[in-house]
């Protein structure tokens, strides 16, 4: 959203996508495989991000052009994008840094099971998988009456076949040839 076109844009669900939808505020992978997130939803930083990377005149070329807005924003998006596969993260964030632009390393699970904050507010839990035995996930965030609200494990295959099939109507001789053709577990 260079244009300053964010509003237009968050209002259709159509332009949306995982990674975020606006070009200035969405994840991007950095030369290393990490993943920064850029967080330009106002305009100040909007400018200030395209300084920081180099993209004033790759991005006044494209607002140029007068495409439609999901185009403006696709071509928006692959200049960045492009841009930000040039450099590790570290390069990118001591640049924003020093630009005064908002972002954020993107964490893999690995990365929030071992941060400090995570466990300080009591976000982790252990869960006992059958298989695999105990292992440290993410706690919920809830609690149910007073207590903190633990995921179960996840079913083993075939665990609830028989339940589903018998509420689908699906007899035993049934779910047994479906069982024999792999089919269900």
Do not use: N
Not at 11 to 22: D, Q
Not at 62 to 77: K, M, W, Y
């Amino acid at each position: 959203a260079h244009r300053g076109d964010g509003a237009a844009l968050a209002a259709s669900p159509l332009l949306r996508g995982p990674l975020g939808y606006l070009p200035l505020y969405r994840l991007y992978e950095c030369a290393d495989g990490e993943y920064l997130h850029l967080g330009c939803l106002s305009f100040q930083f909007q400018q200030r991000a395209t300084k920081v990377l180099g993209l004033e005149a790759e991005l006044a070329a494209i607002d140029a052009l007068g495409l439609p807005v999901r185009d403006h924003q696709q071509a928006t998006i692959d200049a960045i994008a492009r841009r930000i596969q040039e450099q590790p993260y570290a390069v990118w964030a001591q640049r924003l840094d020093a630009g005064d632009v908002p972002y954020a390393r993107s964490q893999r699970t690995e990365d929030l099971l071992d941060d400090p904050q995570v466990a300080h507010l009591g976000l982790l839990t252990t869960v006992t998988d059958p298989t695999v035995g105990p292992m440290q996930q993410m706690a919920g965030a809830l609690e149910v009456d007073g207590e903190p609200w633990q995921p179960p494990p996840a079913p083993q295959p075939g665990e609830h076949t028989d339940a589903l099939c018998r509420e689908l109507r699906i007899g035993a001789t049934a779910i047994a040839r479906l069982r024999d053709a792999g089919v269900v577990a």
